[in-house]
């Protein structure tokens, strides 16, 4: 587990980057759920996404490491891509990222602009990262994982964030990926908030986590297909399981539909462009509403990337 010293250093290499992001507490929608809401806006960073801080905190690392790096590669649906193109361009590094087949338009255009090659490869996320490990071994390019303690270490400065500049909060939702943002908002709970629940929100689409946290042990999917793409994951990561069994209260799963309602509530209750795993937390709370009324709640809106034509298509449901 991380400690708040070790997060505390890697601050200036986050910061370097990017400034702190914000934490609001929005009155509409705290009148939708009956709780006092506080938001991290993790919309507002460079790629528009929390993925930015591990990438950053990991490539300063891994040069540091390997001063004569050749390149790096790794596989993503889109943030965690854009974090390593971000970061190895500031490293001076190539970067090769993998994305499965039909990943978002608008995602790998980013990834371009900010330097990275792009491959595509595999029909979902795991597809691509097996690929990606082939292509590492074919060109002799690091690996970039998805889970990686250097990761999680990163992208926990932004749970520093909210936990030193929110009020106590009651229980704090994170929906989970591969695990790196709800294993760094366990680590700085457990330095600066102890009696805080952490919850993880999943897609009933992509449910791996949520079972494997019922089973106590990793339980994969066959299948991971959720409008969330930053939730739809086939296997989870063994290390990560093991923080959040230890570590969360409990992981609540919301359908796609939940997840476009909240999108729909951030765009009427704050004007925040959010993507899907970035309204999973909010489709939580609502989900939860009963159990949470009158209690302080925190939200992590881990990200606004999506493509034009879905936003346009949830926005237009009622």
Request: hydrophobic letters at 45%; aromatic letters at 6%; a neutral charge.
């Amino acid at each position: 587990m991380l400690s708040l010293q070790e997060v505390e250093d890697a601050q200036p290499v986050v910061y370097a980057a990017m400034p702190p992001t914000p934490q609001y507490a929005w009155p509409l929608l705290a009148k939708r759920t009956g709780c006092e809401v506080w938001v991290k806006h993790e919309n507002h960073t460079p790629i528009g996404a929390f993925k930015v801080r591990g990438g950053l905190v990991y490539m300063h690392r891994l040069k540091e490491a390997e001063p004569g790096l050749k390149g790096v590669i790794s596989a993503t649906r889109g943030n965690h891509g854009q974090s390593i193109a971000v970061a190895a361009a500031r490293a001076g590094v190539g970067a090769t990222i993998v994305v499965p087949q039909g990943n978002s338009t608008e995602k790998n255009a980013a990834m371009r602009a900010f330097g990275a090659e792009l491959v595509e490869a595999g029909h979902d996320f795991d597809a691509a990262r097996d690929a990606a490990l082939h292509l590492a071994k074919e060109r002799g390019l690091s690996m970039v994982p998805s889970f990686h303690r250097d990761l999680v270490c990163g992208v926990a400065t932004y749970a520093l964030e909210l936990f030193r500049a929110a009020p106590p909060l009651d229980t704090v939702y994170v929906p989970i990926g591969l695990g790196s943002g709800i294993c760094g908002v366990i680590a700085m709970r457990d330095a600066l908030s102890p009696t805080t629940k952490v919850v993880g929100v999943v897609s009933t689409e992509a449910p791996a986590y949520a079972l494997s946290f019922t089973a106590g042990r990793v339980v994969p999917t066959n299948s991971a297909n959720t409008m969330a793409d930053g939730m739809a994951v086939r296997g989870p990561d063994a290390e990560a399981l093991s923080v959040i069994l230890k570590g969360a209260d409990r992981i609540v799963q919301v359908s796609d539909a939940e997840i476009g309602q909240a999108m729909r509530a951030y765009y009427e209750d704050t004007h925040q462009l959010t993507e899907g795993a970035g309204a999973a937390s909010l489709a939580a709370l609502i989900q939860e509403r009963g159990r949470m009324a009158g209690k302080r709640v925190g939200l992590v809106l881990s990200g606004g990337n999506i493509d034009r034509p879905l936003y346009l298509r949830v926005l237009g449901d009622t």
